[in-house]
């Protein structure tokens, strides 16, 4: 790597030295901003702007609620999550494990 620049030196050793730590991080990130309730309730205005939690909250009457609706949103609200979970599921037991046992 003599002669290379800053960023080639980071794209090509960094980088690939914490692929599994960058995935789980952001994995993470998108599990906390998918789940987020607070926020949006207090802070989105706009009506359709607002995440599928907010959506689940609105099946919720003071009289009434509609459960299978709930369940059915609730479902299909856990998919994407399903999905990138299984997907990332050895780049988060590797980002996890990383650096806890000695080789």
Excluded: C, H
Aim: zero cysteines; charged letters at 15%; proline letters at 4%.
């Amino acid at each position: 790597m003599d002669g290379a620049s800053d960023m080639v030196t980071f794209i090509r050793i960094i980088v690939p030295i914490s692929r599994s730590a960058l995935i789980t991080a952001a994995l993470f990130t998108f599990l906390f901003a998918w789940g987020d309730f607070l926020f949006a309730l207090t802070m989105i205005t706009r009506p359709g702007k607002e995440p599928i939690t907010l959506g689940l909250f609105k099946f919720i009457g003071d009289f009434s609620q509609q459960w299978n609706e709930v369940m059915a949103t609730a479902v299909i609200a856990s998919i994407p999550a399903a999905f990138l979970l299984t997907f990332a599921q050895r780049y988060i037991a590797a980002g996890l494990l990383a650096g806890s046992i000695k080789e």
